[in-house]
């Protein structure tokens, strides 16, 4: 067997593990060793393991994901989510379907302290669902929006699973959150709107909630002055470059820490259990990191990801077949793996291609616009069937709704999501006008 034979057998085999729900650091790091031992022999697998896994966790450019993940897990501890909600529904409950509308720009608000789709779906469906049981919203609408907005946590900066992919890339982390903040924006204002046309065909799904008074949206607007304090100072001081993304990671996790103390009443209780969820789930994605480093030298000796470019480059399909096929890729493996592990296994074989292929951009921007392009389709997994992990998430707190009723909830999102890639395709300015106005 070929060393590229060995190659495919390993990315079919890969898949297979992943199906059958082995965890995907485990996975490639058990296919990306033993296919490594058979191309290279165990001398240089053993020889590789010494140098990378030094080399990939004492890089100072990861420091950036627990601080990121720590900040959301003190933002959770300071109850910023109730507040959210709080403002966004007393600005938007009184409208028919208002009040999934407020649950949607909850997740928008809690997006930027977070990172993180589940995170952002569980902690808004802990405080969007009663609210939303108590008018009587129908139970698609109403898990549906919540699952759909959970997909933000990756889209609106700061988003780990974009860090992840500006680190394989080698592109600018800065550059990244400038070019996904105006996309990240667009799918709120859609996924609100999606709203407002599925309660105006079906009334009954969303009813008009109270008005508020003058003064308590006043008020509520003064309750979530800490979040917007910490998005101003962090994602503004690193858009315009005061500091780098990790310095501006410590300083919100530092202005989040303080928010959970004085205004969330946390105690050490709270304090150690945050610590130990950054701890958990950065563990979890560094043995994904690991894994795939592994798993993707392996495909590098192998030649696969070489030989995948230069047949598309010599097939003579358009640019943009070749990028609707990607797109095709990722919405099925949507369907067994989750964005951050997608990410990983697709970015170094599809980024060659795309690197290849003429679509009018060079450089740096090319890096962006895929980029955005791969995190809204990977966003879109995350609520297709049958897996959807944050349909799954927000089931776990609605066990009353089936998930079939979810499903079809998320139905309309997704042709929102359709919507927004398809301008994003035809329209690149979309991601690039703000890394190109802050250059």
Known sequence: MGDLQIGLTGLVVLLLLLAVRVPIGVAMLAVGMTGYTLIAGPSAL??????????????????????????????????????????????????????????????????????????????????????????????????????????LGILIPPSIVLIIYAIMVEASVVQLFQAAFIPGILAALGYILTVAIVVRIVPDAGPAGPRASRSERIRSLLEIWPVLLIFILVMGGIYVGFFTPTEGAGIGAAGTFLVAVTQGGMRWKGFVDA??????????????????????????????????????????????????????????????????????????????????????LEGEDLKLWFGIISLIVVEVGLITPPVGLNVFVIHSLAKDVPMIETFKGVLPFLASDAIRVVLIIVFPVITLILPRLLA
């Open 46 to 151: 053993l020889s590789f393991l010494k140098t990378e896994t030094y080399w990939r966790f004492s890089s100072i450019s990861l420091t950036v994901v627990p601080l990121f993940i720590l900040m959301g897990q003190f933002a959770a501890k300071a109850g910023l989510s109730q507040a959210l909600f709080t403002a966004a529904n007393a600005w938007l409950g009184h409208f028919r379907g208002g009040i999934a509308m407020a649950a949607l720009g909850g997740c928008a608000g809690f997006s930027t302290i977070s990172g993180s789709s589940l995170a952002t779906a569980a902690t808004m469906g802990q405080v969007a669902l009663p609210e939303l049981r108590r008018y009587r919203y129908s139970g698609s609408l109403a898990t549906g929006a919540l699952a759909a907005g959970g997909t």
């Open 275 to 360: 610590l130990l969820g950054t701890a958990q789930t950065s563990g979890f994605i560094f043995l994904i990191l690991l894994g795939a480093a592994i798993f993707n030298a392996f495909l590098g000796f192998s030649q696969l990801p070489l030989r995948a470019s230069e047949m598309f480059q010599e097939s003579g399909l358009p640019p943009m077949v070749i990028l609707m096929t990607m797109i095709v890729l990722y919405l099925i493996l949507g369907c067994i793996m989750d964005s951050l592990s997608m990410i990983l296994l697709t970015v170094p074989i599809f980024w060659p291609i795309v690197a290849g292929l003429d679509f009018g």
